[in-house]
């Protein structure tokens, strides 16, 4: 059954460090998303990206985050500088359409120290 | 602003009893409802999608409803087993992202 990977599941990394956290989407989707959960808290939307371009973004998607397209098969999130507060689980989602069902992957847990 | 709220927070039940999980939100205009399950320091596997039109989805032990007007949606789980244990967590689709509840965590005992 297709699903949405991603790469790596836990990163450590130090306040101030850029960190690019890797996503593959199901293949044949349109719609790629990037969520994130401080732990405890609520699943929380950043971004929204449909044909190579950000469609919605949130308020917590400041200028210190970037998404990208390098090629036909991932999609990643950039923090240029992280913080302390950056520290969460961030999840991957990917829709063949923009209001069908979404796929989420494992996520990847992000520690900033 | 789309506010999704879930009661109860925590449930504990013995195996073999069936349940129901709330979930409302405060904006009607949502263009989908979907229900997640996500097991500790995992991922959200989806479980269910009811889209506007529609007023309820099955899959297997689990039923799922929709209503618009009074802004509710519920997660129905028969006969509970022990692997039904995690956080479930609905979500409503609204301006092109989903917006989340905080969870229920159901604890199903042997």
Known sequence: EPEVTQTPSHQVTQMGQEVILRCVPISNHLYFYWYRQILGQKVEFLVSFYNNEISEKSEIFDDQFSVERPDGSNFTLKIRSTKLEDSAMYFCASSAQGETEAFFGQGTRLTVV | KQEVTQIPAALSVPEGENLVLNCSFTDSAIYNLQWFRQDPGKGLTSLLLIQSSQREQTSGRL?????????????????????????????????GNLIFGKGTKLSVKP
Do not use: E
Not at chain 2, 67 to 90: F, H, V
């Open chain 2, 63 to 95: 039923n799922a409803s929709l209503d618009k007007s009074s802004g509710r949606s519920t997660l129905y789980i028969a006969a509970s087993q022990p692997g039904d244990s995690a956080t479930y967590l609905c979500a409503g689709g609204s301006q």
